[in-house]
């Protein structure tokens, strides 16, 4: 689950049969390390040979959910100097999907900050303000999901057996400024145990997970060319193995290599 790259509001459902109540994902904390490496290029942009790796930390606090990523990508284009990439995220959602904080640093190119917030107000219209890289103020239409609130819809969807889920989704994700149209295509469950490294792992045996691929589109846009497709492994506690990145020149993929679940926090009722 990822920030662009991964709750529970009362919303209606944007797509999909309305069937039964389904009960609100429990998201479990966790810590993950991904390694990346290049499996497929084509044309000319592809680069000749990428690798790197993921750190992800997600905490489900009793108000709300708290990520922080840092992806390191070394590629080595076709022809030019190698190219050594990094960007850290970190985000918080409240739990009634009200309050998103954000913020991004990239060291590539000009490696500039993305950093603001967005709130929803009682009648579910979202406002979003950035500070960084420079201060801008725009709202969103009330059907907007934030990221982990999105990854329990794409659950919901899953275990009612819905196989499109359509989404407006804002990540705060490149400059800060758009609004993605997700298309998430959710496969059928399984049981066999996953072929990652960290899949393994106790916690994640007997739990139902699904294949699940998120295409990114500009806002506005469903058809032709998606901005990439994220694909992975959902399992039904929020967790994620399998990845594979698609920018369309380049496809990295990413395996589960190793996973932590520190205790869970106790909250007062």
């Not at 497929?40 to 108000?63: Q, R, Y």
């Not at 640093?105 to 890289?133: F, Y």
């Amino acid at each position: 689950m990822f920030t662009r790259m991964l709750f529970v509001c009362a919303l209606t459902a944007i797509s999909g049969s309305a069937g039964a109540e389904i009960a609100a994902p429990q998201l479990a904390s966790h810590k993950a390390i991904y390694d990346l490496n290049l499996v497929e290029g084509a044309g000319t942009k592809a680069p000749a040979s990428a690798s790197g790796k993921i750190a992800f930390d997600f905490s489900s606090v009793c108000d709300g959910y708290s990520q922080t990523l840092r992806q390191v990508v070394d590629l080595q284009p076709q022809e030019g100097e190698r190219q050594v990439t990094e960007t850290r995220t970190t985000t918080y959602e409240d739990a009634k999907g009200a309050d998103f904080r954000f913020n991004s640093e990239s060291e590539v190119g000009k490696g500039e900050e993305v950093d603001g917030r967005a709130e929803r107000d009682a009648r579910g219209a979202v406002a979003i303000a950035l500070n960084r890289p420079k201060p801008f103020k725009f709202n969103a239409e009330n059907d907007v999901y934030f990221p982990t609130q999105h990854i329990a819809k794409v659950i919901e969807a899953a275990r009612r057996g819905e196989k499109v889920l359509l989404a407006r989704v804002y990540d705060a994700s490149d400059d800060g400024r758009k609004v993605f149209e997700v298309t998430a295509i959710i496969g059928k469950p399984a049981s066999a145990p996953d072929h990652d490294k960290g899949a393994q792992a106790a916690a994640l045996q007997g739990l139902q997970r699904w294949p699940v691929a998120l295409s990114y589109f500009n806002a506005g846009q469903r058809d032709g060319t998606p901005e990439y497709v994220l694909s992975f492994n959902l399992y039904e506690n929020g967790v994620s193995s399998g990845l594979k990145l698609d920018y369309g020149n380049f496809v990295l993929t990413g395996e589960l290599t190793g996973i932590e679940f520190p205790p869970a926090t106790k909250c007062r009722r």
